[in-house]
């Protein structure tokens, strides 16, 4: 999978050599994360600043640095099996996290007209990511004993990079928008991380993301 991204990523180079010319921009918006281990969604957010390359057509290559958090939360629940006369336990473990990634998305993307001013655009392709910091927290319950009594314990992850998550990440993104005035573009997005997040003594986990971005290319 790694070699298949560096070889996109230079066949997008070659690309570039191409180029008709670039347009700075800015682009911030919302992130809801999800875990495919996950009971539920988190919000966090992106903001960066992004370039635009354009080519023959309406084909383009687009690329950011970016700033953004991607909240995960795990929660596992099991049941213990005591025996027919006596009632079944359960186990349960909660670890909830908000990492922060610097990362580089490069897309291939095509722009259509719709109106005057108006284009609709959609883009996909790989990006890679590193963890600066972030912090978390876990609870756990427990039921061990026949006689129904719960124990409970928690405390706090002060590096999650430390311990619970990886600090590399690599995925494919993918988004489609509208761009009004040739400066202005709203977009909808998704990433999905292919490596896992977590390092492997605490299982398989890939985080997800969907995002609603507004940018402005100068």
């Given at each position: 999978m790694k070699t298949r991204i560096i070889t996109f990523l230079m066949f997008?180079?070659?690309?570039?050599?191409?180029?008709?010319?670039?347009?700075?921009?800015?682009e911030g918006g919302?992130?809801?994360?999800?875990s495919t281990e996950a009971t539920g969604w988190k919000s966090g957010f992106n903001i960066g600043v992004t370039a635009e390359y354009g080519l023959s057509g309406g084909w383009y290559l687009d690329g950011a640095l970016k700033l953004s958090s991607k909240p995960t939360v795990k929660d596992n629940s099991t049941n213990i099996y005591f025996g027919p006369d006596v009632p079944d336990g359960w186990s349960r473990d909660k670890v909830s996290a908000t990492p922060y990634y610097l990362e580089l998305?490069?897309?291939?993307?095509?722009?259509?007209?719709?109106?005057d001013g108006c284009k609709l655009f959609v883009a996909a392709g790989p990006y890679v990511?590193?963890?600066?910091?972030?912090?978390?927290?876990?609870v756990m319950e427990h039921q061990n004993e026949p006689?129904?009594?719960?124990e409970r314990s928690h405390g706090k992850i002060g590096n999650v990079y430390d311990s619970y998550m990886r600090r590399m990440a690599y995925g494919a993104n993918a988004r489609v928008g509208?761009?009004?005035?040739?400066?202005?573009?709203?977009?909808l997005g998704y990433d999905l991380q292919l490596n896992s997040y977590r390092h492997s003594r605490h299982g398989e986990d890939h985080n997800q993301v969907m995002g609603i971005n507004v940018g402005?290319?100068?």
């Open positions: 997008v180079c070659g690309l570039g050599m191409q180029a008709q010319g670039v347009r700075w921009g800015v919302y992130n809801l994360s999800h998305p490069v897309r291939v993307g095509y722009k259509f007209g719709i109106t990511g590193v963890g600066l910091w972030g912090s978390g927290k876990w006689d129904g009594a719960v509208v761009e009004f005035g040739g400066h202005l573009q709203v977009s402005w290319k100068f």
